[in-house]
């Protein structure tokens, strides 16, 4: 199965500040048919988890301009420019390049 | 509008069985994979299962394979989990999970249920 490893687990961030979230997978997230298939999952407290970024890098229809998505082989990456005060939740990577498909563990993303 | 809806949950002794449901509504339920991901409370996510959009096709996660069998009636735009032999560490809130693959974009999770909470414990 593949690992995928978040860090940091919690990031207190100050409004308006950027906020950065690193994934690792153990293994290569390369389909064989060319994408990379990482997402990035927000989940907000009692709700459940909401699409942010598919494909490493494709911003889901909706979601604000100040979430990105970058990165490549096993490494990536979820930027968030200035952080808003909705922003607060508990952030998820998700590989469904091989089953089974895996997430990272969650980083809680809460205001200083 | 999408909506997915689960329902079946509750309380249930370890050993016994649960269907869980999940009724699809607000598109074409037969052209899509569908999923069963968990979240056991306080915890993570953790993927299920996976049906394709015919049913003909089956994955699990290693953790209910051999347990849980995952279904759908296209019919009836439903999604099921079957679950037996349930064990305390199945407890989790369970959700309905959409994907989405169109216009050379595939693997799209896009929408998600409220879950269902299913509580394994005697």
């Known amino acids: 199965d593949i690992v995928m490893t978040q860090t940091p687990l919690s990031s207190p961030v100050t409004l308006g500040q950027p906020a950065s979230i690193s994934c690792r997978s153990s293994q290569s997230l390369v389909h064989s048919d060319g994408n990379i298939y990482l997402s990035w999952l927000q989940q907000r407290p009692g709700q459940p988890p909401r699409l942010l970024i598919y494909k490493n890098s494709n911003r889901f229809s909706g979601v604000p301009d100040r979430f990105s998505g970058s990165g490549a082989g096993t490494d990536f990456t979820l930027k968030i420019s200035r952080v808003e005060a909705e922003d607060v939740g508990v952030y998820y990577c998700m590989q469904a390049t091989h089953f089974p498909y895996t997430f990272g563990q969650g980083t809680k993303l809460e205001i200083k | 509008e999408v909506q997915l809806v689960e329902s079946g949950g509750g309380l249930i002794q370890p050993g016994g069985p649960l269907r869980l449901s999940c009724a699809a509504s607000?598109?074409?339920?037969?052209?899509?994979?569908m999923h069963w991901v968990r979240q056991a409370p306080g915890k993570g996510l953790v993927w299920v299962s996976s049906i394709s959009p015919d049913g003909s096709g089956t994955v699990y996660a290693d953790s209910v394979k051999g347990r849980f069998t995952i279904s759908r009636d296209n019919a009836r735009n439903t999604l099921y989990l079957q679950m037996e032999s349930l064990r305390a560490e199945d407890t989790a809130v369970y959700y309905c999970v959409r994907e989405v693959c169109g216009g050379g974009d595939c693997k799209l999770f896009d929408s998600w249920g409220q879950g269902g909470l299913v509580t394994v414990s005697s």
């Open positions: 607000g598109f074409t339920f037969n052209s899509h994979w």
